[in-house]
């Protein structure tokens, strides 16, 4: 009976040891060894919306197909864009047209000035020799005056014919071609041919279509999506960890990543950065009076602050924008943590096999 009751409470004094080093151990290593299953895999999702109005006439992608930048995802009516189009080429013509006919205008003009100033050059001769006959008192004033009078009307005709003139350059520019109406026209079809382009959406990248629910037939608007595209390049994991746990963290900090969908495969990742709040903090300037948390707990939970992570090469195929993953973080410069960090997440990969 004794032996027994000493084989237990040894028993007992083993469990409490193993306890508390087993807590300890928890505590310290949650400095220098964290690890945290709030993790997922990130990435970046592109809304791909049109930016032209009119009816889709083809769906050239299925849902979840692999995509390369430039291949086909969908068509629009492009009919009355290409009579756009049209109208743009016809209106250039035109705009040509017109700008020959002021070239033309501009040698009438100039033809114009020329003849406006030999009127002015003989009014202004002829005033000049009817003003000094007119101090000698040769001629009557009233022959004076009207000598003044063509001088005047002579040199006024002259400038408007220069300010008409001048007008006339004012809108031709510099070289043929470069007249304002030209310019606007040559703007308006490269805008039509713009829009006319954007009724073939491509893919802005190699990615994914998922989620489609697209078909012929529906009506497109403009700058609302109608696809859901992941760049596939773009993922990356995100890992929540208690603030405590990351005071540690820094440009020697390495992680070690398993993923749910990958049961007993570990993944080196590299830090990449830590975001610099939360949304919990977030404030707007709203008028109002400042909003406090009240917590009944007598141990409030702990603030969580999101980790990133990217890796070197592209993560696994199979992976998709919300897989779980386990990660635990370590100090490069430390091989003692670096080895039970890897221990840690070893035996974490090996349990996925059984949840």
Same mark, same amino acid.
């Given at each position: 009976?004794?032996?027994a ?35 997922? $895999?990130?990435?970046? $999702?592109?809304? +791909? ?11 050239? $992608? ?8 430039? =291949? ?5 009516d ?11 080429? /016809? ?41 000094k /006959?007119?101090?000698q ?27 008409? /003139? ?10 043929p ?63 929540d ?29 590299? $830090? ?15 008028g ?14 702990a603030?969580?602050?999101? +980790? ?12 998709? +924008? ?10 490069? =410069? ?12 070893? +035996?974490?990969?090996? /349990?996925?096999?059984?949840?």
């Amino acid at each position: 009976m004794q032996t027994a009751e000493h084989a237990f409470r040894r028993w007992m004094q083993s469990l409490i040891i193993l306890f508390v080093i087993l807590v300890g151990y928890i505590v310290v290593a949650d400095r220098y060894a964290p690890l945290t299953t709030e993790s997922r $895999v990130q990435g970046y $999702v592109i809304q +791909i919306a049109p930016e032209v109005s009119g009816n889709v006439t083809a769906v050239q $992608v299925s849902n979840n197909q692999s995509l390369k930048k430039g =291949d086909k995802l969908f068509s629009i009516d492009k009919r009355k864009y290409v009579l756009a189009v049209e109208k743009a080429q /016809l209106a250039l013509e035109q705009a040509h047209e017109q700008e020959d006919a002021m070239y033309a205008k501009v040698a009438a003009a100039e033809a114009k000035v020329a003849t406006n100033q030999a009127a002015f050059d003989n009014a202004h001769s002829e005033y000049r020799r009817v003003s000094k /006959l007119a101090k000698q008192k040769l001629v009557s004033l009233s022959m004076l005056d009207n000598a003044l009078a063509s001088n005047s009307a002579a040199s006024a005709n002259l400038r408007a014919a220069q300010q008409e /003139l001048r007008a006339l350059k004012v809108q031709l520019g510099n070289t043929p071609g470069q007249s304002s109406a030209v310019l606007t026209a040559q703007n308006n079809l490269q805008q039509a041919e713009l829009d006319l382009s954007h009724t073939q959406v491509v893919a802005p990248s190699d990615g994914v279509v998922t989620n489609l629910q697209l078909e012929v037939g529906s009506s497109a608007n403009a700058n609302q999506p109608l696809l859901t595209f992941i760049p596939i390049n773009s993922l990356w994991v995100a890992a929540d960890f208690r603030e405590k746990a990351v005071a540690r963290v820094d440009k020697h900090s390495k992680a070690l990543v398993a993923f749910d969908a990958f049961p007993g495969k570990v993944f080196p990742l590299d $830090v990449q950065s830590r975001d610099f709040g939360v949304a919990a903090a977030q404030q707007s300037p709203n008028g109002q009076l400042t909003h406090v948390e009240v917590s009944n707990r007598w141990v409030r939970d702990a603030q969580r602050v999101r +980790i990133n992570l990217a890796s070197q090469s592209p993560l696994p195929q199979p992976l998709f +924008i919300g897989s779980r993953a386990t990660v635990v973080i370590y100090s490069s =410069d430390d091989s003692f943590w670096a080895w039970l960090a890897k221990c840690q997440i070893k +035996i974490v990969g090996l /349990l996925h096999y059984i949840y």
